[in-house]
């Protein structure tokens, strides 16, 4: 699979799942992982799905806009860079953000995402 | 130097750079690296500066929002994500974008860009 279409499929499964069943998240994180969420830093599989669930919105769907991937140097690692819109349930106008990952190989043949940068983008 | 006091001196030091002498940029980058534009990948320093000197525009002012940084696996590699806005010299409204960087520390104790991923944020 090459490169691009490997970020665009670990996207779409990213957002689907964040949409549907943010826990399921979880399987995606391991504990050297980190997220900056809007500035705060969250470490590890745990910690990053418990600030997931708990933000302060039930349902959202996410709009992908653009996905940009490039190696990252390590055997097999990618960075992934997305554009897009957040839509909250009852609110009226979407949410811009952007967000990078850092996807590492795992021992089975997979990814997990070792780095995870969300922001927020303010007109 | 912690980590998030060199990341932010990175982000002066890199924009401070293309707003005053874009081609001075060519430091910065090395063979290996990388720069995704608006999609379109370039691979080089010198294809990159080529790149970046060649937009069509002649002034222009960077500003900084946020910068979140984290380190990326590789020794003293670190991950840096910026979100700000860019002014052009004749136009009325500024530019949102959102870039990151992969930093990879060199044999002389600084850093060069080893992936750049930048994208303007339409609304």
């Known amino acids: 699979m090459d490169p691009d279409a490997l970020a665009k499929a670990f996207v779409e ?3 689907s799942t964040f949409d549907s069943n ?20 969250i470490q590890g599989s745990s910690n990053i799905v418990a600030k997931l669930t708990s933000l302060p919105f ?26 897009g819109n957040l839509q909250l ?9 952007s ?3 850092h996807l ?7 990814y997990y995402v070792l780095n995870d940068i969300f922001r927020l983008n303010y007109a």
């Open 58 to 83: 039930q349902q959202c769907h996410h709009s992908i806009t653009t996905v940009d991937c490039q190696p990252s140097g390590a055997t097999s690692a990618m960075l992934v860079f997305v554009s």
């Open 22 to 41: 943010r826990a399921a998240l979880a399987n995606l994180y391991q504990e050297g992982s980190m997220l900056s969420f809007e500035g705060q830093k």
């Open 13 to 15: 499964h990213y957002y």
């Open 104 to 110: 590492m190989p795992t021992q089975q043949g997979s």
């Open 89 to 97: 349930a009852g609110e009226q106008h979407a949410l811009n953000f």
């Open 99 to 101: 967000q990078m990952f």
